[in-house]
């Protein structure tokens, strides 16, 4: 039995209590597959991070896992990681490379007191298949819309910047906020695409600050629904890019959480066909697990 610390960590926010909340142990070293989801399962986050012990490398090896399974990429946890990795851990300022079954990505940390600036470049983006049209009859059964409620002149398709998702734009934020999945259709669909994730969005009430309002929902992969996805911000970061003229400086700011009391804005930074999503995080508390 090793004793390892546990944080929970609220991610793209400076205030506790708001922002996408994620669990990160280490070390995890000697911990075995099933063990980190077990821990998963008990911390109950949309994803926990799990880092082994640091050598004297500008790389940092992170796995993640939903209270479900493992999965490639989890930026919000891994934006909680470097907030972690900073702040307790003793990692300076710098660029450096984390290492997950997304691949090896650059990270980037700007030391302050507390709130540690953090870049996560996400993997090369991949713009997968749009949806054919009995699938997206699915997905507004799944929604419970009319096919009026999209907007014609873009696909649902899946986008994917490490961890795919399923992209598709209404209309109405007052549609977007009233949705009420019905669960059993979404996650079958979700199945039958190979992708559990649905990320939805709204330019209705956007800003100058705010690119479009989004919602996240991942019950096949354990998340029933999300409060602020750094994946997904990424992949719509690229997909508006390509589609519309709304990211005209190559940045998207993203509002989420709204629907969950959690609100907050993921920032985006798109070159070509990578995204970097920007971030600050605060810890909530610290503990001690004995496994």
Same mark, same amino acid.
């Given at each position: 039995?090793?004793?390892?610390?546990?944080?929970?960590?609220?991610?793209?926010?400076?205030?506790?209590?708001?922002?996408?909340? +994620?669990?990160?142990?280490?070390?995890?070293?000697?911990?075995? %597959?099933?063990?980190?989801? $077990? #821990?998963? !399962? *008990?911390?109950?986050?949309?994803?926990?991070?799990?880092?082994?012990?640091?050598?004297?490398?500008?790389?940092?090896?992170?796995?993640?896992?939903?209270?479900?399974?493992?999965?490639?990429?989890?930026?919000?946890?891994?934006?909680?990681?470097?907030?972690?990795?900073?702040?307790?851990?003793?990692?300076?300022?710098?660029?450096?490379?984390?290492?997950?079954?997304?691949?090896?990505?650059?990270?980037?940390?700007?030391?302050?007191?507390?709130?540690?600036?953090?870049?996560?470049?996400?993997?090369?983006?991949?713009?997968?298949?749009?949806?054919?049209?009995?699938?997206?009859?699915?997905?507004?059964?799944?929604?419970?819309?009319?096919?009026?409620?999209?907007?014609?002149?873009?696909?649902?398709?899946?986008?994917?910047?490490?961890? +795919?998702?399923?992209?598709?734009?209404?209309?109405?934020?007052? %549609?977007?906020?009233?949705? $009420? #999945?019905? !669960? *059993?259709?979404?996650?079958?669909?979700?199945?039958?695409?190979?992708?559990?994730?649905?990320?939805?969005?709204?330019?209705?009430?956007?800003?100058?600050?705010?690119?479009?309002?989004?919602?996240?929902?991942?019950?096949?992969?354990?998340?029933?629904?999300?409060?602020?996805?750094?994946?997904?911000?990424?992949?719509?970061?690229?997909?508006?890019?390509?589609?519309?003229?709304?990211?005209?400086?190559?940045?998207?700011?993203?509002?989420?959480?709204?629907?969950?009391?959690?609100?907050?804005?993921?920032?985006?930074?798109?070159?070509?066909?990578?995204?970097?999503?920007?971030?600050?995080?605060?810890?909530?508390?610290?503990?001690?697990?004995?496994?």
């Amino acid at each position: 039995m090793q004793e390892r610390t546990v944080w929970q960590v609220d991610a793209f926010t400076t205030i506790a209590f708001t922002g996408n909340p +994620a669990g990160v142990v280490y070390p995890c070293d000697g911990l075995t %597959e099933d063990e980190m989801l $077990k #821990i998963s !399962r *008990e911390l109950n986050n949309s994803e926990t991070a799990f880092i082994q012990k640091l050598d004297r490398t500008d790389t940092q090896h992170i796995r993640f896992f939903t209270p479900k399974q493992e999965v490639p990429l989890c930026t919000h946890a891994a934006v909680a990681s470097y907030h972690i990795l900073a702040t307790r851990l003793g990692l300076k300022a710098g660029e450096h490379h984390m290492h997950c079954k997304a691949g090896l990505l650059p990270v980037g940390v700007e030391q302050s007191a507390s709130h540690p600036n953090i870049r996560v470049t996400q993997k090369e983006g991949h713009f997968g298949p749009l949806l054919s049209e009995s699938q997206n009859r699915k997905l507004r059964e799944a929604l419970q819309l009319d096919a009026s409620s999209f907007y014609e002149e873009l696909p649902v398709q899946i986008v994917s910047t490490g961890n +795919a998702k399923i992209l598709a734009g209404l209309k109405s934020k007052a %549609e977007l906020d009233s949705i $009420k #999945i019905r !669960r *059993e259709i979404l996650v079958a669909l979700g199945e039958e695409l190979g992708v559990p994730g649905l990320y939805l969005f709204t330019f209705d009430q956007g800003s100058e600050e705010i690119t479009a309002h989004t919602r996240m929902f991942s019950p096949g992969s354990g998340v029933e629904e999300d409060p602020v996805t750094g994946n997904a911000a990424g992949a719509l970061a690229l997909y508006l890019n390509r589609y519309t003229n709304r990211v005209p400086d190559l940045r998207a700011s993203f509002m989420q959480g709204e629907a969950m009391g959690r609100q907050d804005l993921v920032h985006v930074q798109v070159n070509q066909l990578f995204a970097t999503v920007l971030g600050q995080a605060c810890t909530v508390f610290e503990a001690h697990l004995y496994v």
